[in-house]
């Protein structure tokens, strides 16, 4: 099982599959918004393309440099989710400000941040360990900064990601158990402060619960998302053919396109969408496991729980195990700054894998013979 090789090929089958769905599941909303049906995906197939180039740089660029400059990337990412603040800057949709617009793309910085605090991370607990005040401290101040700046947006879901991924490597760094403890009994706390904050978190808890005593209002998308799933059976309706898609289901190509998925390929559809992310994540963790040092051990640790930990949620939601909150689908859900940091982090997980390129055998072999032959000539004209 050649882990890297899994990791590209699962990355490109996931994102071609993307562009497939993003189709399907926009094509009637794109066509009556825009006048193009295919609006979305090409915005998605820009992303793809840069995503490509993004996953090579990602596999070549020497991991050296990222653990040097761990600062400075960290740094590029809390001023990507400051600026947002700032008006005139940040670009507000659904009562939330979390894009950037360059003109050519809308950038999410917080899907650059969360993967910039995993690189600063591994580089910080390689050098000082979370046994150690120093090696403890500075991750938990840098990742709830991380998390605040995410949280005012606002974007609990991908605080939770954010947060999710800085324990896991707390974990994996080495934290002692006390201290694990305290973090769950803190995390415990904090959940509900924040969910009682904010009143649409406290409707979302409440459709959670019941959607259908609101079914009209909080409770309508995650009931609509159920219809979709539900439709689709084992094998579904067949792509393309989806009905929730005119309209019915809301952000349809984005963070509930998963139901799309269960709607026309059905049962099937989905478990095999998720078994190729098994092997995504599989092989990240089999890198992470058996990588060549501690610092690479602790960034392939950190880029597979980001995928895992946004993956399961997305699912977690759009099937009602959690309460709603918008989180993209990686890999697949339209985005084209998603998809691009995602491809980079493949490619930077396909490059810390420490197995051996495999040489090619024919001119292996012939050079040897060559080789071979004029040392022997050589040792016979010695003779």
């Not at 882990?3 to 699962?10: E, H």
């Not at 305290?182 to 959940?191: F, T």
């Amino acid at each position: 099982m050649h882990s890297r090789r899994n990791v590209i090929v699962s990355t490109i089958v996931l994102s071609l599959f993307g562009l497939v769905m993003i189709y399907s599941a926009s094509s009637y909303s794109a066509e009556l918004k825009t006048g193009d049906a295919f609006f979305y995906v090409k915005k998605q197939l820009f992303g793809f393309i840069a995503g490509m180039v993004m996953m090579v740089l990602g596999y070549k660029i020497k991991r050296e440099w990222l653990k040097k400059l761990r600062w400075v990337i960290y740094g590029v990412s809390m001023v990507l989710l400051l600026i947002l603040f700032i008006p005139g800057v940040g670009q507000e949709s659904y009562g939330a400000t979390r894009w950037l617009n360059l003109g050519f793309i809308t950038l999410q910085s917080s899907e650059i941040a969360k993967f910039g605090l995993v690189i600063f991370l591994a580089g910080h607990l390689d050098e000082h360990p979370p046994t150690t005040v120093k090696g403890l401290v500075v991750p938990v101040i840098c990742g709830l900064a991380m998390c605040l700046s995410v949280m005012l947006e606002p974007n609990m879901s991908i605080t939770m990601v954010i947060g999710a991924s800085l324990m896991v490597m707390l974990f994996i760094g080495g934290i002692k158990k006390k201290h694990i403890w305290v973090a769950v009994a803190l995390i415990c706390i904090a959940i509900p402060v924040l969910i009682i904050l904010e009143p649409y978190r406290v409707k979302r808890l409440v459709a959670f619960v019941d959607p259908w005593a609101n079914p009209k209002g909080e409770g309508y998308q995650l009931i609509q998302s159920y219809y979709a799933l539900g439709s689709g059976g084992l094998f579904g309706v067949g792509l393309f053919n989806s009905r929730q898609k005119y309209l019915y289901l809301p952000f349809a190509e984005s963070d509930f396109i998963f139901s799309v998925i269960g709607e026309e390929l059905g049962l099937v559809g989905c478990l095999l969408v998720l078994a190729v992310f098994a092997v995504l994540i599989l092989s990240g963790i089999k890198i992470s496991v058996k990588a060549e040092d501690n610092y690479s051990r602790l960034l392939a640790a950190g880029i597979t729980s980001v995928i895992a930990i946004q993956t399961l949620l997305n699912v977690a939601v759009v099937s009602g195990l959690v309460p709603p909150t918008g989180v993209p689908l990686p890999y697949i859900s339209a985005g084209g700054s998603s998809l691009m940091v995602f491809t980079f982090s493949s490619g930077l997980l396909a490059g810390l894998s420490n197995e051996k390129r495999a040489e090619p055998k024919i001119k292996t072999k012939r050079k040897a013979g060559v080789k071979g032959k004029l040392k022997g000539a050589f040792a016979h004209t010695l003779s």
